[in-house]
Antibody
Framework: QVQLQESGPGLVKPSQTLSLTCTVS??????????WNWIRQPAGKGLEWIGR???????NYNPSLKSRVTISVDRSKNQFSLTLRSVTAADTAVYYC??????????????????WGNGTTVIVSS | EIVLTQSPGTLSLSPGERATLSCRAS???????LAWYQHKPGQAPRLLIY???SRATGIPDRFSGSGSGTDYTLTISRLEPEDFAVYYC???????????FGQGTKVEIK
């Protein structure tokens, strides 16, 4: 069973850059039917999709964050990463890395997020 | 942009009761693009339902999903103590690929 583990600094200063890495274990990051996502949850709020990267490196981002976000994949290390620039206190949240599956069944494509990391808390504060 | 609105915000029920959670989309959503997740404090969210009605691997059959178009429902037939949590619906948008969550429904012990 594929497992995901987030890593990175738990404290980032305002205006600086947040960088997190997700390590994929017990499975390959290189399957064409998988996409690799970042999702966050500020304290007391709901889940917010940040963006995703495919095995080939193509990306899609939440329009509200697009100008500040980069997600990349490193197949040689079985990792993918999140970079969020110019952070503010509003970026304080639990950040999850997540596997998204693309399933073709009876001529229809299904998409869902079936494997989640445990999450890592990032606090933006001076 | 499609918005998902979940209701009620909080559902207060006793173990053994039936829970019915609603997810309404501002525009029609393909059933193959609608999923439900369970989220407990301090844990990662867990996929329950994909394709609006297909249970994920290992999910008990007391969880069921239904709906089409703009109206979707997650039903828990008989609440077990471990089912008290927050539930999110989620929609995949294909052009361009984006994901949207509802704001969540908290199922709490009455």
């Amino acid at each position: 069973q594929v497992q995901l583990q987030e890593s990175g600094p738990g404290l980032v200063k305002p205006s600086q850059t947040l960088s997190l890495t997700c390590t994929v274990s017990s499975g390959s990051i290189s399957r064409d039917t998988d996409y690799w996502n970042w999702i966050r949850q500020p304290a007391g709020k709901g889940l917010e999709w940040i963006g995703r990267v495919s095995t080939s490196g193509s990306t899609n981002y939440n329009p509200s964050l697009k100008s500040r976000v980069t997600i990349s994949v490193d197949r040689s290390k079985n990792q993918f990463s999140l970079t969020l620039r110019s952070v503010t206190a509003a970026d304080t949240a639990v950040y999850y890395c997540v596997r998204e599956k693309e399933l073709l069944r009876e001529f229809f494509y299904f998409y869902y997020m079936d494997v989640w990391g445990n999450g890592t808390t990032v606090i933006v504060s001076s | 942009e499609i918005v998902l609105t979940q209701s009620p915000g909080t559902l207060s029920l006793s173990p053994g009761e039936r829970a019915t959670l609603s997810c309404r989309a501002s525009q029609s959503v393909g059933t193959n693009f609608l999923a439900w997740y369970q989220h407990k404090p301090g844990q990662a969210p867990r996929l329950l339902i994909y394709g609006a009605s297909s249970r994920a691997t290992g999910i008990p059959d007391r969880f069921s999903g239904s709906g089409s178009g703009t109206d979707y429902t997650l039903t828990i037939s008989r609440l077990e103590p471990e089912d008290f949590a927050v539930y999110y619906c989620q929609r995949y948008g294909s052009t361009p690929p984006t994901w949207t969550f509802g704001q969540g429904t908290k199922v709490e012990i009455k």
